[in-house]
């Protein structure tokens, strides 16, 4: 007879024990052991929360190189069945050798489970006809678990589930995940002692009254944004570090349908666009996605919502500050384009109509679709075609975590017909689905790739741009992780084309992702493996640090109404010298939508106390030397990166913390 030591770790997580009797069978390559009931010193608590017990499996001869393992559980007549969180099982060959199983998934019936060996492989180096067996058996279940569903036309296509509880459980919030957000979410108007403002559908009559309310709850950030809102530096600041890096451009030539003049914005003669152009030195924001929509009615009064263009000068200083602001797209007599030459709140009116602007086209656009919606593709398609012995899973799955269960709440109470956004903001209903489909038919592969991202939009060497410093040192920190792990299994670009799997990956992303548009220049196939590698890398980065740029911040930026105002219920005005400060809290959104706005962002910038931090890896997918050695690397990488973003911010009036990797989550997680 021979002895294989098996130990089982049993998660950490609440509710991970279970009171069942759980069994066991080996499979090697020259045999199998008999289904063995797991009965230790510690009795029926071998598989409490958090607990390693240990056992022994006797065979009659050496199962040769174990291939997989095979758990079941079954409940005993006191006991129902209940719900397990195994995270992994070792196993000591009577040879010597250690086998890790990794696990991490809940097991909820009495069904048998196979999982394999935790050594990473490909389909191409599965040669055991179990080990593929099992690879098979796998991808079918995952196929009915995952199935893809259409959401709306023309946006991408999302998990099909009846809600959360009907998601796979390994997919699911944790207890604490769950019981914070939910928290959170009932308590959002409460914590902010906004409660009692929530039914007043009345506009603000006294700037006083609306400090009152900013004041019961507040960051560091939204202090500095409540003192300099109405500043031209602090405005152009904004499109820079704010939470939409996304907007500015560099501009060369000036559109034809934003008719500027020298004289408008140097009426001293002290410069001329076209110089100012030549060195570099002019921006552009143009919100033309939003031109022509059916806005809002909220509270039974119609809403507005403007398409305008916003051109930024750097001035020698470094200060990038606005110079001219037309707020329809079409040039027209009651179309003006204002300046800071104007009267104090002609001017403060059409930076309100921008931000307000900014406001719908992040949440939708560079929020909600390019990380959040885009997230969940990654994830549903790794889910489904990826099984859990392939390295790509052991890469991307903890950069899935929550993703799924986030996205279906995001679209219950978010973007549904009753939904916040669709009932409180200028764009909800027919626009919101008008700017998403506007949005994703100019969605490109570059776009999504920071390197390129920046360099397109031509802003390589604008001064204090904090999100690109930071940006690109992760993109790179990221790239060489992905990069020397895949490279690792990955020796050629052959194996990449013979890769069915990875091939089936990318497949369904370019079909329910970017709905089979070549014109988005995501690829169909992989066929080397440096496409492989930065592919990786833009989708670890969407979901982690991309997603935190353009999150985080919302109730920094956001939670000072003025600055972000989520509607506006006055048209613009037409002829310049007739807004004052009554016009301007006439325009702002009723109390009602000005709390509720603030509640849904401060929920959604609400960290969870379970947050993993990009690069932590609490679940250890991988057992080879090589790729352990690489997360440590990568770890180290980006605790280096963290310190350097602190010192820098040490010495900044206002601190940029949203990409520092401390404070990054590993996926999309709210």
């Given at each position: 007879?021979?002895?294989?030591?098996?130990?089982?770790?049993?998660?950490?997580?609440?509710?991970?024990?279970?009171?069942?009797?759980?069994?066991?069978?080996?499979?090697?390559?020259?045999?199998?052991?008999?289904?063995?009931?797991?009965?230790?010193?510690?009795?029926?608590?071998?598989?409490?929360?958090?607990?390693?017990?240990?056992?022994?499996?006797?065979?009659?001869?050496?199962?040769?190189?174990?291939?997989?393992?095979?758990?079941?559980?079954?409940?005993?007549?006191?006991?129902?069945?209940?719900?397990?969180?195994?995270?992994?099982?070792?196993?000591?060959?009577?040879?010597?050798?250690?086998?890790?199983?990794?696990?991490?998934?809940?097991?909820?019936?009495?069904?048998?489970?196979?999982?394999?060996?935790?050594?990473?492989?490909?389909?191409?180096?599965?040669?055991?006809?179990?080990?593929?067996?099992?690879?098979?058996?796998?991808?079918?279940?995952?196929?009915?678990?995952?199935?893809?569903?259409?959401?709306?036309?023309?946006?991408?296509?999302?998990?099909?589930?009846?809600?959360?509880?009907?998601?796979?459980?390994?997919?699911?919030?944790?207890?604490?995940?769950?019981?914070?957000?939910?928290?959170?979410?009932?308590?959002?108007?409460?914590?902010?002692?906004?409660?009692?403002?929530?039914?007043?559908?009345?506009?603000?009559?006294?700037?006083?009254?609306?400090?009152?309310?900013?004041?019961?709850?507040?960051?560091?950030?939204?202090?500095?944004?409540?003192?300099?809102?109405?500043?031209?530096?602090?405005?152009?600041?904004?499109?820079?570090?704010?939470?939409?890096?996304?907007?500015?451009?560099?501009?060369?030539?000036?559109?034809?349908?934003?008719?500027?003049?020298?004289?408008?914005?140097?009426?001293?003669?002290?410069?001329?666009?076209?110089?100012?152009?030549?060195?570099?030195?002019?921006?552009?924001?143009?919100?033309?996605?939003?031109?022509?929509?059916?806005?809002?009615?909220?509270?039974?009064?119609?809403?507005?919502?403007?398409?305008?263009?916003?051109?930024?000068?750097?001035?020698?200083?470094?200060?990038?500050?606005?110079?001219?602001?037309?707020?329809?797209?079409?040039?027209?007599?009651?179309?003006?384009?204002?300046?800071?030459?104007?009267?104090?709140?002609?001017?403060?009116?059409?930076?309100?109509?921008?931000?307000?602007?900014?406001?719908?086209?992040?949440?939708?656009?560079?929020?909600?679709?390019?990380?959040?919606?885009?997230?969940?593709?990654?994830?549903?398609?790794?889910?489904?075609?990826?099984?859990?012995?392939?390295?790509?899973?052991?890469?991307?799955?903890?950069?899935?975590?929550?993703?799924?269960?986030?996205?279906?709440?995001?679209?219950?109470?978010?973007?549904?017909?009753?939904?916040?956004?669709?009932?409180?903001?200028?764009?909800?209903?027919?626009?919101?689905?008008?700017?998403?489909?506007?949005?994703?038919?100019?969605?490109?592969?570059?776009?999504?790739?920071?390197?390129?991202?920046?360099?397109?939009?031509?802003?390589?060497?604008?001064?204090?741009?904090?999100?690109?410093?930071?940006?690109?040192?992760?993109?790179?920190?990221?790239?060489?992780?992905?990069?020397?792990?895949?490279?690792?299994?990955?020796?050629?670009?052959?194996?990449?084309?013979?890769?069915?799997?990875?091939?089936?990956?990318?497949?369904?992303?370019?079909?329910?992702?970017?709905?089979?548009?070549?014109?988005?220049?995501?690829?169909?196939?992989?066929?080397?493996?440096?496409?492989?590698?930065?592919?990786?890398?833009?989708?670890?980065?969407?979901?982690?640090?991309?997603?935190?740029?353009?999150?985080?911040?919302?109730?920094?930026?956001?939670?000072?109404?003025?600055?972000?105002?989520?509607?506006?219920?006055?048209p613009p005005p037409t002829t310049k010298g007739k807004t004052s400060e009554e016009t301007m809290l006439q325009t702002f959104p009723?109390?009602?939508?000005?709390?509720?706005?603030?509640?849904?962002?401060?929920?959604?910038?609400?960290?969870?106390?379970?947050?993993?931090?990009?690069g932590q890896y609490p679940e250890d997918h991988f057992s080879e030397d090589t790729p352990c050695k690489l997360i440590k690397a990568?770890?180290?990488?980006?605790?280096?990166?963290?310190?350097?973003?602190?010192?820098?911010?040490?010495?900044?009036?206002?601190?940029?913390?949203?990409?520092?990797?401390?404070?990054?989550?590993?996926?999309?997680?709210?």
């Amino acid at each position: 007879m021979v002895n294989y030591d098996v130990t089982v770790f049993t998660a950490n997580l609440l509710n991970a024990t279970t009171l069942n009797n759980v069994h066991i069978k080996l499979v090697g390559t020259e045999g199998e052991s008999n289904r063995k009931w797991l009965v230790g010193l510690k009795g029926a608590s071998s598989f409490v929360i958090g607990t390693t017990s240990s056992f022994t499996v006797s065979c009659s001869a050496s199962l040769g190189k174990l291939v997989l393992i095979e758990l079941d559980k079954k409940h005993l007549p006191l006991f129902p069945e209940d719900s397990w969180f195994p995270a992994k099982v070792e196993v000591k060959s009577p040879e010597g050798d250690t086998y890790t199983f990794p696990i991490y998934r809940w097991i909820n019936d009495s069904e048998v489970h196979r999982f394999r060996e935790g050594t990473a492989q490909r389909v191409i180096n599965d040669n055991h006809h179990l080990g593929r067996y099992a690879r098979q058996e796998e991808l079918k279940q995952r196929a009915k678990d995952y199935r893809w569903h259409v959401y709306a036309e023309g946006i991408p296509h999302c998990i099909k589930t009846e809600g959360p509880l009907s998601l796979p459980p390994e997919v699911q919030f944790s207890f604490t995940k769950k019981t914070e957000f939910a928290y959170t979410a009932a308590t959002g108007l409460a914590e902010l002692k906004l409660k009692g403002l929530a039914d007043r559908k009345v506009k603000w009559t006294d700037m006083n009254d609306l400090n009152r309310v900013f004041w019961c709850k507040r960051t560091s950030i939204s202090d500095y944004v409540h003192e300099h809102w109405k500043e031209d530096a602090f405005f152009g600041y904004q499109f820079l570090n704010g939470v939409n890096p996304m907007m500015i451009q560099r501009c060369t030539t000036l559109p034809k349908i934003f008719p500027v003049t020298d004289d408008m914005v140097f009426p001293s003669g002290q410069g001329s666009l076209t110089d100012e152009m030549k060195k570099g030195n002019i921006f552009l924001c143009d919100y033309k996605r939003l031109d022509g929509l059916k806005p809002n009615t909220i509270n039974g009064k119609k809403q507005y919502l403007m398409a305008p263009l916003v051109l930024l000068h750097k001035r020698p200083d470094d200060t990038l500050m606005p110079i001219a602001i037309q707020l329809k797209q079409t040039p027209a007599d009651d179309n003006p384009i204002f300046l800071p030459t104007d009267s104090e709140y002609d001017w403060l009116i059409a930076k309100i109509f921008v931000r307000s602007a900014e406001f719908n086209e992040h949440q939708l656009n560079v929020h909600l679709l390019r990380t959040h919606l885009l997230a969940e593709v990654f994830a549903v398609s790794l889910l489904r075609n990826i099984p859990m012995v392939h390295p790509l899973y052991k890469l991307l799955i903890p950069h899935t975590r929550y993703t799924l269960q986030i996205n279906f709440l995001a679209r219950l109470t978010l973007i549904s017909p009753t939904g916040v956004f669709t009932q409180f903001t200028s764009s909800g209903g027919e626009a919101m689905t008008t700017i998403l489909k506007r949005s994703m038919s100019s969605l490109t592969y570059r776009s999504l790739c920071i390197p390129e991202d920046i360099a397109d939009r031509g802003l390589e060497d604008v001064p204090n741009f904090y999100y690109r410093d930071d940006g690109l040192k992760l993109w790179d920190i990221i790239h060489r992780f992905v990069q020397g792990v895949l490279s690792y299994y990955y020796k050629k670009d052959t194996e990449v084309q013979d890769d069915p799997e990875l091939q089936k990956w990318i497949s369904d992303i370019f079909e329910h992702g970017f709905l089979s548009q070549a014109a988005t220049g995501i690829p169909e196939r992989f066929t080397t493996v440096a496409e492989l590698v930065k592919f990786v890398t833009m989708v670890i980065f969407t979901g982690s640090a991309q997603h935190s740029a353009v999150n985080s911040g919302q109730y920094d930026y956001g939670g000072w109404m003025p600055n972000t105002p989520t509607s506006l219920q006055l048209p613009p005005p037409t002829t310049k010298g007739k807004t004052s400060e009554e016009t301007m809290l006439q325009t702002f959104p009723d109390v009602n939508v000005t709390v509720q706005g603030m509640s849904t962002v401060w929920l959604l910038s609400k960290q969870s106390s379970d947050f993993v931090p990009l690069g932590q890896y609490p679940e250890d997918h991988f057992s080879e030397d090589t790729p352990c050695k690489l997360i440590k690397a990568f770890q180290e990488e980006l605790k280096v990166l963290s310190a350097a973003i602190k010192a820098r911010n040490e010495s900044l009036e206002l601190p940029y913390t949203y990409m520092d990797p401390a404070e990054v989550e590993n996926s999309v997680a709210i």
